[in-house]
């Protein structure tokens, strides 16, 4: 799995916070803070530049996330993906994708057998929760990056 075409990525400045490529969203500011709070994390905790891509590009990705959303439950994102990233960092790989709704979708998927493996859900400050998404608890967070997050998740039990 990979990115198609590596020359259109953009490296999320966590610094000086862009809604470049997120600005079909209604919430473009605060999924742009949410995506900086993904790059700060990547950059702090294992000194990776966090690149993003248009969701065309990194249909694979998408694809991905997509799969294991439907096949562990059942669950098809209404919003159409606007970026995609997908980090391989000690042994992990992280697929995050962002809607037009303001919702960011990751995968946790340790590549050793039996590692952890888990989807989680982040809702943007001041989008609704989407209906696909109702049987969910969100627990918030707050970010100076994104203000406040919601956020939940389930574990993976399948091999992707």
């Given amino acids: 799995m990979g990115i198609r075409d590596a020359?259109?990525?953009?490296?999320?400045?966590?610094r000086e916070v862009s809604t470049a490529g997120l600005e079909p969203s209604p919430h473009a500011e605060a999924l742009a803070g949410l995506r900086a709070n993904e790059a700060r994390y990547f950059k702090n905790k294992y000194d990776h530049d966090f690149t993003v891509y248009p969701a065309a590009e990194a249909a694979d990705v998408v694809d991905w996330v997509?799969?294991?959303?439907?096949?562990?439950?059942?669950?098809?994102?209404?919003?159409?993906?606007?970026?995609?990233?997908?980090?391989?960092?000690?042994?992990?790989?992280?697929?995050?994708?962002?809607?037009?709704?303001?919702?960011?979708v990751n995968v946790l998927y340790e590549l050793a057998p039996g590692g952890k493996r888990a989807v989680g859900f982040k809702l943007c400050e001041g989008m609704d929760v989407p209906e696909e998404l109702a049987g969910f608890k969100f627990a918030r967070q707050r970010s100076k990056l994104a203000g406040t997050i919601r956020g939940s998740f389930f574990v993976i039990k399948g091999e992707y």
């Fill in 7 to 14: 020359t259109s990525g953009q490296v999320v400045d966590f």
């Fill in 66 to 104: 997509h799969r294991i959303l439907r096949e562990e439950r059942g669950i098809e994102i209404a919003s159409p993906p606007l970026q995609a990233a997908l980090v391989e960092v000690e042994g992990t790989r992280w697929a995050h994708v962002f809607y037009e709704s303001g919702l960011a």
